[in-house]
């Protein structure tokens, strides 16, 4: 009977060792443990031993089924932390595959050439300034020699808040309030970029929301020749070193005299073609000598201080620099516009 046993224990223990999956384990457990089992069978036959032999044989007996009962737990154990681990395996973050690009944005053209044209500005000693947009008649009109019956504000047609509350129609108010800051001292030396507003119908060259760029030098003994050096530099370093600029007599109420700077065409050299309009020249910017009652409103003696000023659409010149045919291509936000200005 013990031969029976021992049997059934080495055949059981291989196909435990054999066993492939948790489900044939269970089988296993089945069959040999179970009610109508093989040990069971054995154990059933007891009865015909002698007493002597029967606690020696129910011993062996149990001692076969424990040995079994282990083997199993053992195969069930060691089954499941295969499957944990093939789990594991499957689940785990592979660190060499590569990333997915993240896109990069690239600076609007606009931002691009407001920051050009400041650093540049910034090498000759200027400061960057900035005021509100929404601005006050007195600061936009009246103190850059303005007044209320002004027809030269016809050309500047804004939106009004209140009657005395407007979007300001130009960086120029920066102007007066950068000098009152200065308590009638000088020198004053900056550029102040922004946008600015004006009530006009919006097509390829008009936008109700442009940028602007100003700048501003008041001194003792500022001349009309150092307006001319510093819008030169710039139109040099904007444009090439070949520029060649032109000062042409204009008007505008905050400046006397008043000039319009062209440059000689960067497209054609100055023989003439669609870009400066057959003339060789492109119109850039106004600028002039800071009108004496501009000065005075702003409390600078103006027998003592003198001082020029000059604006310039950036929409312009990155139109310019760029060929660019209309300034809508800027507020559109079309991605395909955008990326075109991405930098190498
Ligand atoms: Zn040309």
Redesign the pocket.
């Known amino acids: 009977m013990q031969d029976r046993l021992q049997a059934l224990k080495e055949e059981a223990l291989l196909k435990i060792e054999q066993a492939s999956d948790l489900k044939a384990l269970q089988d296993i457990k089945v069959s040999y443990l179970g009610k109508k089992g093989p040990i069971t069978e054995v154990l059933k036959g007891m009865g015909k031993l002698s007493p002597e032999e029967r606690p020696v044989v129910g011993a062996y007996a149990n001692e076969v089924r424990d040995a079994i009962t282990s083997a199993l737990e053992l195969k069930i154990s060691e089954l499941e932390q295969a499957v944990i681990e093939e789990k594991l395996k499957k689940e785990s973050i592979d660190v060499t595959l590569p990333g997915r690009p993240v896109r990069k944005g690239n600076a609007h053209p606009l931002t691009a050439v407001i920051e050009e044209i400041e650093d540049l500005f910034l090498t000759m000693g200027f400061t960057v300034a900035e005021g509100p947009e929404v601005e006050t008649d007195y600061y936009n009109f009246e103190a850059l020699n303005l007044p209320k019956d002004h027809p030269a504000r016809d050309m500047q047609d804004s939106f009004f808040i209140t009657e005395d509350i407007l979007l300001r129609t130009q960086t120029s108010p920066v102007q007066a309030r950068t000098m009152e800051k200065h308590h009638g001292r000088g020198p004053v030396k900056i550029i102040s970029p922004g946008k600015v507003y004006r009530r006009d119908d919006d097509d390829a060259t008009h936008s109700h929301q442009f940028m602007q760029i100003e700048g501003l030098v008041v001194d003792e003994n500022v001349r009309l020749s150092d307006l001319k050096g510093v819008l030169e530099t710039f139109a040099k370093k904007m444009f090439g070193e070949e520029r060649k600029i032109r000062l042409r007599p204009s008007f505008f109420p905050f400046t006397e005299p008043s000039v319009e700077m062209d440059i000689s ?16 020249w ?1 119109e850039i910017l106004g600028a002039g000598m800071v009108h004496p009652n501009v000065l005075e409103m702003a409390g600078f003696d103006s027998k003592k201080y003198t001082g020029f000023a000059f604006g310039m659409g950036p929409e312009r010149i990155a139109m310019l620099k760029y060929g660019i045919d209309d300034i809508r291509h800027f507020y559109t936000n079309d991605l395909r516009f955008l990326k075109q200005f991405k930098k190498a």
């Open positions: 065409c960067f497209k054609c050299g100055g023989k003439g073609c669609s870009i400066c309009k057959h003339t060789g492109i």
